[in-house]
């Protein structure tokens, strides 16, 4: 992974911090960011058109807990399952495809077992390639540092 990496939102994070929502994300609650420019891009602007994409520079920690998923996996689908309905874990840091919207849709359905695990596989293998990576401990968001932030627009 490239040492910069992005987080899209409405605001300049010059100091990132672990956000918890009403709702269970991926990787659990942390801080999002990603090493694709055009995906930050996309989570800035993806209600008003506008945004604001922050960039920072990650230095890898060899003493963090760190899970890597480098693909779509049996076990990738197992671990956001479990996050999504709220069961948290150790890790420091979580890195791997995201559910997208699309995605997110067919996690669901089989979490509410409206599909099965093949056709979940079936549908999801067509999706545009996505990354995430999550900070989920204040010592996880030590090692980034702030760059810049700089608004976009899908326009």
């Known amino acids: 992974m490239n040492n910069v990496i992005y987080h899209g939102g409405k605001e300049i994070i010059k100091e990132p911090k672990i956000i ?5 994300k991926d990787f659990y609650f942390g801080f999002y960011c990603t090493a694709m420019e055009n995906q930050a891009i996309r989570w800035a602007t993806r209600i008003t058109g506008n945004g604001i994409v922050n960039k920072y520079r990650y230095t890898p920690n060899d003493e963090l807990s760190i ?3 480098p693909e779509m996996t049996e076990e990738w689908l197992d671990f956001i399952a479990d996050c999504r309905n ?3 874990h150790s890790y420091d840091i979580v890195e791997g495809p995201m559910a997208d919207d699309t995605v997110f ?3 669901e359905d089989f979490l509410d077992g409206r599909i099965s695990r093949q056709a979940f596989w079936e549908l999801a293998k ?3 390639p996505t990354h ?3 900070f989920n401990t204040e010592r996880a968001l030590k090692t980034l540092e702030f760059i810049e932030g700089c608004e976009v627009s899908d326009n």
């Open 20 to 24: 918890k929502t009403k709702y269970n």
């Open 67 to 69: 899970l890597t998923f």
């Open 86 to 88: 709220g069961k948290s």
């Open 105 to 107: 849709n067919y996690v």
């Open 126 to 128: 067509f999706k545009h």
């Open 132 to 134: 995430q990576i999550c």
